[in-house]
T-cell receptor
């Protein structure tokens, strides 16, 4: 089955810095890669996703890049703000009826 | 803004008691997932339904856990008998297909 590894497990940055979280996956058939943000005590919420037919997607201060050859994808957050502090989860799936596999999460702390 | 709802939000019970958690998926979604989240294990998939049919419950302890979808607007997760190690946050998520999942607010279960 699919295996998703996520690094780092904890990331501490100063406000205004950039943050990068990386995930690798094992199943080359995976073609859908969402990222979820979970604030303390709240539900995970989708913040951005990418499909295997594109290499990069941006939404304001967040972007996701995908390298299918190397089987890894990354979340980039620029100009970080304290409200970006949360746990971020990546996931990979083959789409359709296949179940997504989640990474273990990255706790991002943005210091004011 | 349609959302997945879950009840109860918090549940404290004693070991050996039955616990029932309920989930109302977003209207029109045909997939429902149950997850358990703990600090040690992260997000664990317990059960997956598609068009109300159970497709995967391999992550669920069969001797005490059961999941059902009596109709398209209700999914239930039962634990009988409950044990202290079942203490966790249980999330329900729904989607149109298995790609993007929309999570409910979770049920925080404490078994004493």
């Amino acid at each position: 089955g699919e295996n998703v590894e996520q690094h780092p497990s904890t990331l501490s940055v100063q406000e205004g810095d950039s943050a990068v979280i990386k995930c690798t996956y094992s199943d080359s058939a995976s073609n859908y890669f969402p990222w979820y943000k979970q604030e303390l005590g709240k539900r995970p919420q989708l913040i951005i996703d990418i499909r295997s037919n594109v290499g990069e997607k941006k939404d304001q201060r967040i972007a996701v890049t995908l390298n299918k050859t190397a089987k890894h994808f990354s979340l980039h957050i620029t100009e970080t703000q304290p409200e970006d502090s949360a746990v971020y989860f990546c996931a990979a799936s083959k789409g359709g009826s296949y179940i997504p596999t989640f990474g273990r999460g990255t706790s991002l702390i943005v210091h004011p | 803004d349609a959302r997945v709802t879950q009840t109860p939000r918090d549940k404290v019970t004693e070991m050996g008691q039955e616990v029932t958690m309920r989930c109302q998926p977003i209207l029109g979604h045909n997939t429902v997932f149950w997850y358990r989240q703990t600090m040690m294990q992260g997000l664990e998939l317990l059960a997956y339904f598609r068009n109300r049919a159970p497709l995967d419950d391999s992550g669920m302890p069969k001797d005490r856990f059961s999941a059902e979808m009596p109709d398209a607007t209700l999914a239930t997760l039962k634990i009988q008998p409950s044990e202290p190690r079942d203490s966790a946050v249980y999330f329900c998520a729904s989607g149109a297909g298995a790609d993007t999942q929309y999570f409910g607010p979770g049920t925080r279960l404490t078994v004493l």
